[in-house]
């Protein structure tokens, strides 16, 4: 019987998994499934001029929402993450590559608005105040009115929400961080709502649940009749039942062939092609390349895939050919220890 994966282990090879799969796949992004040969090492990234081993925005916008729940202890604050997120934009704070070179449509047009209402709403006001609160309301409402509708629904939220399931201290805060995190730019509920499946199933990963457990679990939240369940309190929406909730054990997952997944920007999409590659594979290198020769948006199913395979497998797991190669991986193991000594304080107290 192999020995239990320390949680150490889990945590660094979730983030660390999160960077690999998002590095490795961003030279192929953009690019149809089968039209490339297959990405098994590292390469430049011809689509923005980088070198092997940088990690995109999958992997900044992760570090930014993690800095922010730390340094708020563990809880959402949605100026400071919006404003970390902002830097990232703008000064490449948390960049690989000293500079924001990849941003999705709908994460940079939210970006935008945010800036213009703090700088007109909210920036002079006292923080603590009930006036900033009721502008903080006010902008999100315009933020929910602005990006709630059905073409509102791309990844850019679950790409970045790995943190939240490393830092909350228990299954509810985990869905409830995970909600709050998308909230910013991709409000619509298929958006939220994927976030929090995601963010449970790491969080059950990291508490040594089997891919069985997972699968399980899973079908069993996502076809729940009568919520409130262990995903969200109320009844999973429809498109995302459709799609999710087919899949009622592993079995299902393993059986499921590349040519009936789709590997897009679209949340569901994104989120159904991580883990079938999580589920169908039996190792972290195995599933990372079967993600990421999906082709289109592969460094972010590639960041998705690597978050919870890397907490399920470990990070001895990850090949050392792949981590020699990274860049800026400073970056990464700074919010690691920064995670690690939340968790053992939680623990403390």
């Known amino acids: ?31 149809k499934r089968g039209s490339f040969p297959e990405v098994n090492t590292m390469f430049p990234n011809g689509n923005f ?44 704070y948390m960049s690989s590559a000293g500079t924001a070179f990849d941003i999705g449509a709908q994460t940079r047009k939210a970006l935008a608005d945010w800036s213009k209402y703090l700088e007109k709403d909210y920036n002079h006001l006292d923080p603590k105040s009930v006036e900033a609160e009721q502008a903080l309301r006010r902008i999100q409402e315009d933020i929910n009115n602005n990006y709630s509708k059905e073409n509102c629904c791309g990844n850019g939220s679950l790409m970045r929400v790995l943190p939240a399931g490393l830092v909350a201290r228990s299954e509810p805060d985990v869905v409830r961080l995970a909600k709050e995190s998308s909230l910013p730019t991709h409000p619509h509920l ?58 009622k054990k592993l079995e299902d997952w393993e059986s499921t062939s590349s040519e009936s997944i789709r590997s897009t920007g679209y949340v569901v999409d994104s989120l159904e092609a991580a883990l079938w590659a999580f589920f169908k594979t039996n ?67």
């Open 190 to 247: 298929r958006c939220t709502q994927a976030c929090m499946i995601y963010s449970a199933l790491v969080y059950q990963t990291l508490n040594g649940a089997s891919k069985t457990e997972m699968a399980i679990s899973l079908a069993e939240s996502v076809n729940d009749p009568d919520p409130p369940n262990n995903i969200t309190d109320f009844a999973i929406e429809p498109v995302l039942k459709e799609r999710i909730g087919c899949y």
């Open 1 to 31: 019987m192999p020995e239990p994966i320390p949680f150490t282990s889990r945590v660094r090879g979730a983030f660390v998994g999160l960077a690999v799969c998002d590095a490795l796949g961003a030279p192929v992004e953009f690019k």
């Open 49 to 92: 001029d980088t070198p092997a081993g940088s990690f995109t925005d999958d992997t900044s916008m992760a570090l930014c929402l993690a800095h922010s729940l730390l340094d708020n202890d563990g809880e959402t604050n949605f100026v400071d993450q919006v404003k970390k997120y902002i830097a990232w934009r703008q000064e490449g």
């Open 283 to 349: 190792s972290f290198e195995e599933g990372a390349i079967l993600a990421v020769n999906l082709g289109d948006d592969a460094d972010t199913i590639g960041a998705i895939y690597g978050g919870i395979a890397g907490a399920y497998h470990g990070f001895e797991d990850i090949p050392e050919k792949w981590l020699k190669d990274m860049k800026k991986m400073d970056l990464v193991d700074e919010a690691i220890e920064r995670i690690l000594t939340h968790r053992n304080q939680t623990v403390l107290t």
